[in-house]
């Protein structure tokens, strides 16, 4: 099963534990608003890949690792491809490779042949850094052009398995940067007991020249990055940080 490749990022040092050979895979169905990789969207073009070629990719850079690198597997959305995701994983872990998958978990239903498939791939899963992207339902479709339900749905059950999880935040000025919303998102983080780490990422820019190289139309142009006060309450009331 090849998997479509969008790029790949050989000495990853933001997407899991250690040092991470990073895949990007193509397609998201989700439209997020302050997405810095809109040419991740489309399901066609990128690359396409053996899970056999990237494991023999990858294992070249082993020695970089050390005790908590391995393979991360981002996008775009991973689990729009999980027949190639779970091939690409039951190879790495007959390898000893440390396994991990950067999702916004829209794909996810709790029933049904994919969902078969999504608890196989959790057998062969270390480890899942997961977005909130909103937790207030409206603001979320407002944010994305999707529900969260399903979402949620997916952080209750990693919780269920004992997968565990980092969660990582946005935080952006008019729709997340906000202290109710806030307190709503570290209560239901409250609720989880698998959660191992929390990032709060500030809204940046750095993306916005792809949407106007693809002819997307861009609604933050005029928003700005949050304060740094503004970031730093929000780390408090998430008490962002690794977790117990």
Sequence with gaps: MDGNIH??????????????????????????????????????????RSPDSLIEQALRYRPYWGDEGGITVSGGEPLLQIDFL???????????????????????RS???????????????DL???DIKHINPDM??????????????????????????WIRHVLLPGYTDNDEYLRQTRAFIDTLHNVKHIDVLPFHKMGEFKWKELGYDYKLWDTKSPTQERVQNAIRILKAGPQQ
């Design 128 to 130: 899942l850094l997961m």
């Design 111 to 125: 029933s049904g042949p994919w969902f078969d498939r999504f608890q196989e791939l959790m057998k062969v899963t």
């Design 7 to 48: 790029s790949i990022e050989t000495f990853g040092s933001l997407d899991g534990p250690g040092i991470r050979f990073v895949i990007f895979v193509q397609g998201c169905a989700m439209r997020c608003l302050f997405c810095h990789n809109p040419d991740t969207w489309k399901l066609e073009g990128g690359t396409k």
């Design 140 to 165: 979320h479709r407002k944010l994305t052009s999707h529900p969260n339900d399903n979402i949620i749905a997916m952080f209750r059950y990693l919780d269920e398995i004992h997968k565990p999880i």
């Design 86 to 108: 779970l091939e690409l994983f039951q190879k790495a872990k007959a390898h000893g490779i440390s396994t991990c998958i950067d999702t916004a978990g829209q794909p996810f």
